[in-house]
């Protein structure tokens, strides 16, 4: 019986999320694990007069890439992803694994050339339509200490697909957003204060965006770029960072004028160092932001969901979003999120502007 979740989820990423639109063509990416959702993408672009090109492979590949790939295959980009890149008018991207720890032995360095490597084609398709989201696996919803069942609700209510009409729903929250937004408009300081933390950074002259499911999908955040050299104090993270197979956990950064100077973590350091040594950018801040979703509530190992947690901030290292006016350049981009619902606040030019995971 087929769950009508599904169709709603196609129909809210194909006319919402990159609006397709006839004679477009539209890649379509992700495992095999993700055939329920990618098939239904497939129909929808279908309706919507598009040319899908889908790109679904089996699970294990990334895996057996990072294991038995030469030099070449590192550093260098085959002709096709240029080609793809640029053919291409939009990307749907579907993350769906079956072992979230299966790249927990690659060898880092390697993880950070490959990602140096595909920055040119990365950029081409960000300047393009994009989307980016997950469908439910039992993998996820181990990590997330649920059944699947409980999980693919948690899903889709984040991405608010019990609603009758989500699309309608999400346009809601945009006008909420930039409400906030407006209130933020002219801002010069930020200051996050939370246990182990005091944290100042300069937004001004920056441009903070809505997240509204036409990137992120669920979405549910406000978030710019910080002046590159402004970033000053201490920050301790209250979750781990999950990438790669890893779980990176109770990091402490330390910033002055703007670079990292003390990065620790009590798991897996030496892994945080490494990215951090990836490029000149990847010590300094390249994105701020403010969760708005309240439908997320809990912390599940993917930050795809938990940067969207209502009443949490986080920060990115490494590249900035040029809508934002940043201007931070990396091959790095990671979130690391910071939990204010107790004893957290944030201010805006002195002013109180949220406490407690709240907004004042």
Not at 170 to 184: H, M, T
Not at 238 to 257: A, H, N, Q, S, Y
Not at 297 to 303: A, D, E, G, H
């Amino acid at each position: 019986m087929a769950d009508q979740r599904i169709e709603n989820f196609a129909k809210l990423l194909v006319r919402y999320s990159i609006y397709a639109q006839k004679g477009e063509t539209i890649g379509v990416e992700g495992p095999d694990t993700t055939a329920p959702l990618m098939e239904a993408v497939y129909e929808e672009l279908l309706r919507a007069g598009a040319f899908p090109v889908i790109r679904m492979s089996p699970v294990g590949l990334t895996e057996i890439f990072m294991k038995n790939g030469q030099d070449l295959h590192f550093d260098q980009l085959p002709k096709f992803e240029r080609a793809y890149a640029k053919a291409v008018d939009g990307t749907i991207r579907v993350m769906g694994s079956n072992n979230t720890r299966a790249l927990s032995g690659t060898d880092p360095t390697r993880m950070a050339r490959f990602a140096k490597t595909r920055k040119p084609v990365r950029k081409i398709l960000l300047a393009k339509k994009w989307s980016l989201t997950l469908f439910p696996t039992q993998a996820y919803a181990q990590d997330a200490e649920m059944s699947l069942r409980e999980f693919e609700d948690f899903v889709y209510r984040a991405n608010l697909l019990h609603l009758e009409d989500p699309v309608a729903a999400w346009q809601a929250e945009e006008r909420k957003q930039k409400n906030l937004i407006s209130k933020l408009r002219n801002a010069d300081e930020i200051r996050i204060v939370g246990p182990g933390t005091d944290l100042k950074m300069s937004v001004k002259g920056r441009t903070f965006i809505p997240s509204v499911a036409t990137h992120n999908v669920p979405s549910g955040e406000i978030f710019t770029g910080p002046v590159e050299n402004s970033a000053e104090g201490t920050i301790r993270y209250d979750f781990p960072v999950c990438e790669g197979g890893r779980e990176i956990d109770g990091i402490r950064l330390v910033f002055k004028k703007g670079l990292v100077v003390e990065a620790t973590a009590e798991k897996n350091q030496d892994y945080l160092r490494k990215m951090l040594d990836m490029d000149p950018g990847a010590k300094r801040l390249g994105e701020l932001g403010i969760g708005t979703n309240y439908d997320i509530q809990r912390f599940i190992k993917n930050i795809l969901f938990d940067e969207k947690i209502g009443g949490t901030i986080h920060l990115a290292l490494g590249e900035s979003y040029a809508e934002t006016g940043g201007k931070n350049k990396s091959a790095l981009h990671w979130d690391m999120i910071k939990d204010l619902r107790q004893d957290g606040a944030l201010y805006v030019d002195g002013k109180l502007f949220q406490k407690n995971g709240k907004f004042v």
